[in-house]
């Protein structure tokens, strides 16, 4: 392979894209001949690197890297390093990125929030060849379309990674990957490089946070938008009021929080941060079904969202009202218990009462989204009571997150393979029964077999719808009320106690 020539297709790539600057185009190159231990440049006729060859592009120059013992091993996790520090060579420096978006956004935010989400997916910080390996759909409920998502995106750690992460020195830095000394930090085994990353510092409510994407984006214009300190996740006035400042500086996007007690928060509870993007949810489309109006809070819209979680809406034009009545709701919500039905703020100096916030702007006014969560356990569901119970876990047993609380699915990659092979099963009239992996699917299977039976051309189509449904359960087990007239009436006792 002819390293010099891939390198001018690599650099003319980031000068296409805007990665490189024009100026900078031969200090780029002596940059990664460097790297290569090469010594001169290729002068002859290369050939043009799209966002869809790309990948093979550094795939043929981390293979001469491993070739060539610039690599110790040819495993994913030391390939993923490498060729993040090579894109990090055509990166511009933070404080090119920073000018360029602050200069946008002072004109228009959107086209600031455009520039950086284009620059991460252009610099392979976003990986778009492998975001496309995820399986997505939609599935119709009674709440709208409910979004599917199967991640592939992510890869699994080969063996030897794993081996070699238990043998390394804990680091103490970065903390955590949420926090901003990843921004161009090299990585290792057991932590990403992140030589192509790069954060925009924005004042959130006064303090000082920083803007970046998700490296895995699950929608688009996946944003986390975290603290400049590594302090860990809180639920408080603070956060609404730092929700809606970052929402009035980006209208065109939402943003949310996970809650903050475990069971129920997000995979990270150990660095404040929020996500958002340029999305709309199918909570964010979902109705009002019921008002309330709160005393003393007359000018604040607020209402019960039909969703199969329990969700208190908010609105209004003025955001200091709406936190106003937030904060009321909250504090209630911490110290609020009822026995029939099932909700207990405290046990044994447990809290475990919380909210998951979710922000945006709709016209003229301000939304603010309060899902009402709990983290309870009992010996019949020591996951969680209001957590997918043991039924649905064949399909998804992991935590509801913020991303999943707003109608969209992160089902674990371990189903692709399994519902390839419970088709081969089902076509091949092997008893899935019998299987070690797919008897927990037998059950939930047969349920609908007959409507493939009759179609078995609709095998996938029903598949999917049916899991579809199963994650429209899993939202319902996550609610502290249900959809039931009891369930409905426990949710308005709540509400009327906030009126004492």
């Given amino acids: 392979m002819n390293v010099e020539k891939k390198i001018a297709e690599l650099v003319e790539y980031g000068v296409n894209t805007g990665i490189v600057d024009k100026r900078d185009k031969i200090y780029v190159i002596n940059s990664l001949l460097l790297l290569f231990n090469k010594d001169e440049a290729y002068e002859g006729e290369i050939d043009t690197v799209t966002e869809e060859t790309l990948p093979e592009l550094l795939n043929a120059l981390t293979d001469y890297a491993f070739e060539n013992g610039m690599i110790s091993d040819n495993g994913i996790v030391s390939r993923d390093l490498f060729d993040t520090r090579v894109m990090g060579l055509l990166m511009p420096p933070p404080s090119v990125v920073i000018d360029k978006f602050n200069a946008l956004k002072e004109d228009d935010p959107e086209k600031a929030t455009d520039y950086f989400y284009k620059l991460s997916r252009d610099v392979n910080y976003i990986r778009r060849d492998r975001i496309k390996k995820d399986k997505k759909w939609v599935t119709k409920t009674p709440y709208g379309d409910l979004d599917i998502t199967i991640n592939l995106s992510k890869p699994e750690k080969d063996p030897k990674a794993i081996a070699q992460a238990l043998t390394m020195k804990q680091a103490g830095y970065p903390k955590c990957q949420l926090c901003i000394e990843n921004e161009g930090y090299a990585g290792r085994i057991n932590h990403p490089a992140r030589e192509n990353h790069r954060i925009i510092p924005i004042k959130i409510n006064g303090c000082d946070w920083g803007f970046q994407y998700s490296p895995y984006v ?67 489309k979902a109705i009002v079904e019921k008002e309330y109006v709160i005393k003393g809070f007359e000018d604040v819209k607020a209402g019960r969202v039909k969703w199969p979680m329990s969700v208190v809406r908010l609105s209004g034009k003025d955001t200091k009202r709406i936190i106003e009545l937030a904060d009321v709701i909250l504090n209630a919500w911490r110290g609020y218990s009822d026995e029939s039905a099932f909700i207990f703020a405290n046990t044994d100096n447990t809290p475990h009462n919380t909210i998951t916030p979710i922000a945006r702007k709709r016209g003229e006014n301000f939304e603010l989204d309060l899902v009402l969560r709990n983290n309870i356990t009992t010996e019949e569901h020591p996951l969680g009571v209001y957590h997918p119970h043991a039924k649905l876990h064949h399909i998804k047993k992991e935590n509801i997150g913020l991303i999943e609380v707003m109608g969209l699915a992160v089902l674990p990659a371990r189903l692709a393979t399994e519902m390839e092979d419970l088709k081969k099963a089902y076509f091949e009239k092997t008893d899935i029964s019998k299987d ?53 009436k426990a949710f308005d006792r709540f509400i009327d106690s906030l009126q004492i």
């Fill in 436 to 488: 070690e992996i797919l008897s927990k699917h037998a059950e939930w299977f047969n349920g609908f077999k007959p409507e493939i039976d009759a179609a078995p051309e609709r095998f996938d189509e029903i598949v999917k719808r049916e899991i579809g449904k199963v994650f429209s359960e899993v939202l319902t087990d996550a609610g502290v009320y249900k959809r039931t007239e009891e369930g409905m």
């Fill in 218 to 284: 699950y929608y688009n214009e996946h944003c986390i938008v975290l603290n400049s300190q590594h302090v860990p996740m809180a639920i408080n006035h603070d956060t609404f009021c730092k929700l809606f400042s970052f929402v009035e500086q980006f209208p065109h996007y939402f943003v949310g929080s996970n809650a903050d007690l475990p069971i129920v928060g997000g995979s990270i509870l150990s660095h404040d941060h929020f996500q958002g993007g340029h999305y709309e949810f199918a909570m964010a």
